[in-house]
C-alpha cells in the first residue's frame, strides 16, 4: 500500500496510520465488548485497516487474498445490517472500500502495494466521498451537542472513533 519501506517519511507516515487504525480498532472493540452494540463491524474495519497500512515492502503478499476474504464477509454483514435501516450504508461501502483496496494491493507497477492500479474515476470518487465524510464528522464532532446517553460511551468518544477510521480510509486511498 505504501511502497518502499526502507524510505523514513513514507515508513514513519505508514507507522503512524497502522497505530491511529489499531488504537481505533482497540476501543470499538472495547466497546462491543462493554457496551454491545455494532461496534463490533468497526474493529474489524479499523484493525484490517491497520494490518493493511503495515508497511512490508516487497512481503505480504498473503495480505491481499485473506483481508480480501475478511472485508468480503463485512460486506456481507454490512448488506444484513441494511435491513434495519439505511444508517448502515456507510459500513457497506467502508467494506467494499477496503475489499477495492486489497483487490489492487498487487496489481501495481511495483508488483507491491497499488500505486496506480486502482480505477481512477472510483478511485476519485472514493476520496470525494470519504472527504465528505471526514469533514461531516469533524464538524460533528466540535459541534456541541446535548447530553450523551445514559448508557454507553460518551458521544465524542464513537464520532472521535469513526473519524479516526475516515481519516485512515482517506490517508489510505491516493495510493491506489
Do not use: K, N, Q
Amino acid at each position: 500500500m505504501h511502497g518502499s519501506a526502507s524510505s523514513l517519511p513514507a515508513s514513519l507516515s505508514a507507522w503512524l496510520l497502522v497505530l491511529l487504525c489499531a488504537v481505533s480498532g482497540a476501543y470499538c472493540l472495547r466497546r462491543a465488548c462493554e457496551w454491545g452494540g455494532p461496534a463490533a463491524g468497526e474493529a474489524v474495519m479499523g484493525f484490517g485497516m491497520a494490518l493493511m497500512a503495515v508497511p512490508l515492502g516487497s512481503g505480504g503478499a498473503w495480505r491481499p487474498p485473506v483481508l480480501g476474504a475478511v472485508f468480503c464477509a463485512a460486506a456481507l454483514h454490512a448488506v444484513w445490517l441494511l435491513r434495519d435501516g439505511a444508517h448502515h450504508a456507510h459500513h457497506l461501502v467502508g467494506s467494499l472500500t477496503m475489499v477495492y483496496m486489497t483487490a489492487t494491493a498487487g496489481l501495481g507497477p511495483g508488483g507491491g502495494h497499488g500505486h496506480g492500479a486502482g480505477l481512477p474515476l472510483l478511485t476519485g470518487a472514493l476520496l470525494l466521498y470519504y472527504a465528505g465524510y471526514v469533514v461531516l464528522g469533524g464538524a460533528r464532532l466540535i459541534t456541541p451537542g446535548g447530553p450523551g446517553p445514559a448508557h454507553g460511551p460518551p458521544t465524542e468518544l464513537v464520532r472521535a472513533c469513526r473519524l479516526a477510521m475516515g481519516m485512515g480510509m482517506l490517508a489510505m486511498l491516493p495510493a491506489m
